[in-house]
């Protein structure tokens, strides 16, 4: 395993570093700007591991799929099939479970190829993907392949530290792209980076939605209200504490505030950088809050809001958001799934829903949730991208 402390510290080093205003603004201490290099040692997988898992009263955890290298996103088609992408691979697999017993037994490659794979959706069927800089559509086949991808987008952005991308329709209809930054922070040149894009389903018409997003991979539309919510990604070397994960209500035109703000419109201090022509404390104050945060360095990446049958109905239009784990905390942070409980339309508050993968002690880790999906039988499909394996949350009752 790897644990290592870096100390950004001392009063010289951070009259260095600081620019004059935040040294003025800030009272700064070692801890604030300490950053953390804490690499729990990933266990081998095995099925056993399982019995570590916490989860609430009446339900039940298992293996969909294993073995699968590097599943990232999920995508379910009209028939049932489990469609993944795998970016170290890249490719995507199909996924059948032809008994019904909640476990894949065919898996096949629909699609081979395509480097730096991610975000998969379906529409009218229709299989999307996404790579850092391109944008495939393929029909769908009545056995659970695909015909020939379509590039229909070819010049996203340079992807640099968040090549990730990720899609989904929305309740117009349009196609909705996340684009990361291209650093940890910085003004990015680009100004399709740190945004969610908006589309024709063929890719064309192609605006800026919303902005000032770091690295908003999860993001989904409220089953009722038709609201539109992402979990967006602080920047690192903050302090273990900031800047948090952050859930927004994304609006059209709205500026979220990367790289000059987080949190409750707080300048980052530690940023270079002005914006052109004002301060960051102007800029931040134009800018939307996010309306619940989360614990720094979590890293949220699968969101859906759950709308299927299986589940007791006080779960129904609340959200789950996988959490893939730190790298930069001391003690690390995430490495479970969270639910987020919403309330006449709005989040009220996080609780932790699946635990057990991170063992803080000992400092090891046994999976990294990152894609989530809903099943047609209303279980709740993830996937873990280190170990390769895709589980299944079933409600069985108490």
Known sequence: MKATSLLIGCALLLSISLPANAQQSQQLNIEQVEGYLVTPQQLEFDESLLQQLKIPAGFRISVFAKDLG?????????????????????????????????????????ASGYKYINGITIRENRLYFVTDKQLYAADLRANGKIRK????????????????RTLAFGPDGLLYISVGSTCNACNDTNPENATLLQAQPDGSNRTIYAKGLRNTIGFAWHPETGELWGMDHGSDWRGNEQPPEELNLIQEGANY??????????????????????????????????????TAHSAPLGMIFYTGSQFPEEYRNDAFVTMRGSWNRNPPSGYKVVRVR???GKPVEFEDFITGFLDEEQLTQFGRPVGIAIAPDGS???????????????????
Request: proline share 9%; with cysteine.
């Open 70 to 110: 590097n599943p990232r996103m999920l995508a379910i088609g009209p028939d049932g099939t489990v469609y993944v992408t795998r970016r170290e691979q890249g490719d995507v697999l199909a996924l059948s479970d032809r008994n019904r017993d909640g476990r894949a037994d065919r898996i096949r490659t629909v």
């Open 149 to 164: 991808p379509k590039l229909l987008i070819d010049d996203l952005p340079d992807a640099g530290q968040h090549p990730n």
């Open 257 to 294: 505030g990367w790289p000059f703000c987080f949190a409750d419109r707080r300048p980052d201090v530690y940023l270079q950088t002005n914006p052109p022509g004002m301060t960051k404390e102007e800029y931040c104050a134009n800018t939307q809050p996010p309306t619940l945060t989360y």
């Open 342 to 344: 919403y309330e006449n």
């Open 380 to 398: 709740l499909l993830f996937t873990d991208d280190t170990n390769g394996v895709i589980y299944r949350v079933s409600y069985v009752g108490q």
